[in-house]
DNA sequence: CGGGATCCATTTGGATACTG
DNA sequence: CAGTATCCAAATGGATCCCG
């Protein structure tokens, strides 16, 4: 059965749509950090070490801004800000899900590991 | 239940992982033109619109040298290259159906209408 | 603590022209 | 047809300093 070719309109794509909302890299992983609980900003910074602050104070907004995070400011000293799932968050954990479980069984494949062949397949 | 903290570690996390080789926003869609059968390449930029030659010849370099997809030359005039999902490519076909249930559902769903609250963004 | 503002190097991506 | 090469503008991202 043939899917309807939606896709020729990025407009009306769904999967470019998810794609887009998804963002960069480090949204899905954010969201998965946020699968367990709130989380508070300098707790990304240790959760995942290798985003700076600054790209994670945009992905953080970018996230907020298409509604899939809430961000709740505690005022107290120290400051104190969380980050949690809305319901549009919560609603897109299954894809979160899926890419977890591809992801964990692609690092686990030895098949993986012959990954990079010769790309030569003309004989020019 | 808890779960485990790998993301603490990039190399180790599945998420990132499966995020770093879905890479870019136009992977999945290309994967996703893919899951009807064999493209070629001509007919991406007429599937993506959107999407450069330039880039779309860089993205389906990458998705062949991660393994998901397949290049295939035939030596006709004028000459044809099919692109065909892989083994891999077609295990990753639960992540970008998720995608696509997603974005579907978010597209039809009202409640993402009122998505651009009050947040300015100031820088561009 | 949770950012914002600024500066700057690197990367990305579009447009265009060219090739086998 | 299926790209590659080149140029160049724009976006990205790290580092640093500052602030409530």
Redesign the pocket.
Known sequence: MKRPRIYNNPENCPVLHTAHILG???NPVILYCLMNGNV????FTVLIP?????????Q??ELEHHGLII?K?YREK??????SLSPKGLSIIPVIDAMCAWGRGDMENPASLSVYPKQEISD?
């Open positions: 960069s890299k480090w508070r900003f300098g707790k290798t985003i700076s602050r600054k790209v994670l104070s945009e953080l907004k961000r400011v120290p400051p104190r800000v969380e980050y020019h």
